[in-house]
């Protein structure tokens, strides 16, 4: 039978096709119902982190950083723990990538802290000898997108039921109204901010009555990468 496919590529690429595919569907689907179950102890993103995390998209990180570690002992030595898929139970589109010209991001917030961010976003060589990473100095001075974000947010609430404003749940995100969620948004960013140790960023803080820039948000969110995301 199998030297009679040899003859006959025609058959032979119906045949490989078919017994791919089975052997990939039978991997793939018992994991299409734990990926829409959240692991334990994870939390939805706050505004803040949403806000960063479309930055993250508008900037393109994702063409060159990945946010899937594979299981493999030199992803899991260099980058750190293997992703699980309830990880990205709330994550609307996924990040994952393919293609590192950078290193995967995953667990980055077990890492790096806001005041490498702050540097290595502003001078990439200044943190990274060589690195090829383009400058995002813009980022310092636009501001970030709340209105947006917490529209994203009361969506992932609404149509995803995503665990916001959910009393009793340690996992629970407040959300709140507009004006809660704004004064929340503002008051996480002054974490940040005073992480960064940035005096740029802190005088657009401070001096704007609150102005929180997009470099904020994006640091805010690459912090939640990682076990800050999981409570205990």
């Given amino acids: 039978m199998f030297s009679w496919l040899e003859k006959n590529p025609f058959f032979f690429t119906i045949a490989f096709v078919v017994t791919f595919s089975i052997a990939g569907l039978v991997q793939i689907i018992p994991d299409f ?23 993250y998209m508008k900037e393109g990180c994702y063409n060159c950083h990945s946010q899937l570690i594979r299981e493999f002992k030199s992803e899991v030595m260099r980058y750190g ?20 010209t950078g290193p995967d991001l995953h667990r980055i917030g077990d890492r790096s802290s ?6 290595h976003m502003y001078d990439p060589n200044s943190v990274v000898p060589r690195s090829i990473m383009p400058a995002y100095k813009h980022l310092y ?50 974490i940040v901010v005073e992480e960064m140790k940035n005096e740029q960023t802190a005088q657009e803080f401070n001096d704007g009555q609150g102005k929180v820039t997009e470099i904020v948000a994006l640091i805010a969110y690459l912090n939640s990468l990682g ?4 409570v205990k």
Avoid: C
């Fill in 141 to 190: 001075t636009k501001e970030a997108d709340f209105d947006t974000a917490y529209a994203e947010a009361l969506t992932q609430k609404k149509v995803f039921n995503v665990p916001y404003d959910v009393d009793g749940l340690k996992t629970s995100i407040k959300l709140g109204s507009f004006n809660e969620a704004k004064a929340q948004f503002t008051e996480d960013a002054r």
């Fill in 227 to 230: 076990s800050n995301r999981i």
């Fill in 81 to 100: 723990m293997y992703s699980l898929s309830g990880e990205y139970a709330y994550d609307r589109p996924f990040l994952w990538g393919s293609k590192r």
């Fill in 33 to 55: 119902r734990k990926s829409s179950q959240p692991i334990e102890g994870l939390r939805p993103l706050t505004v803040l982190e949403t806000a960063g995390r479309d930055v």
């Fill in 114 to 119: 806001s005041d490498w961010h702050a540097n």
